[in-house]
């Protein structure tokens, strides 16, 4: 069974960082592009950062650029978004997802019904 389950979001304060992980289950991480979303209340989903796993190439978000890391442990099968610098425009629910590799990734990585798996969130809130 494919799995995803987000977790490590808080109450954080501006400036602050924090560590989201992903474990999946039932992935074979070289085959297939994992990304990050987040949603705000009110807000279409954004995508936030990408990782294609056969490649090891990454893509961010212009607003998330030079504060984001995204990583991975193919021991654990774990997907990581490290986040510094946080700002109160982060705040949102975080979701990590799942797809097969295909090769017109790099351009469409941050189209969210591309998507087939989803984990179920975790909520990240940055304020003093």
């Known amino acids: 069974q494919m799995q995803l389950v987000e977790s490590g979001g808080g109450l954080v304060q501006p400036g602050d960082s924090l560590r989201l992980s992903c474990a999946t289950s039932g992935f074979i991480l070289d085959y297939y592009s994992i990304t990050w979303f987040r949603q705000a209340p009110g807000k279409e989903r954004e995508g936030v950062s990408w990782?294609?796993?056969?490649?090891?190439?990454?893509r961010y978000a212009d607003s998330v650029k030079g504060r984001f890391t995204i990583s991975t442990d193919n021991v654990k099968n774990t997907v990581y978004l490290i986040m510094h610098s946080l700002k109160p425009e982060d705040t949102a629910v975080y979701y990590c997802?799942?797809?097969?590799?295909?090769?017109?990734?790099?351009?469409?990585?941050?189209?969210?019904?591309?998507?087939?798996?989803w984990g179920q969130g975790t909520q990240v809130t940055v304020s003093s």
């Open positions: 990782f294609n796993g056969g490649a090891g190439s990454s």
């Open positions: 997802a799942a797809k097969r590799i295909s090769p017109t990734d790099g351009s469409r990585w941050h189209i969210a019904y591309e998507y087939e798996y």
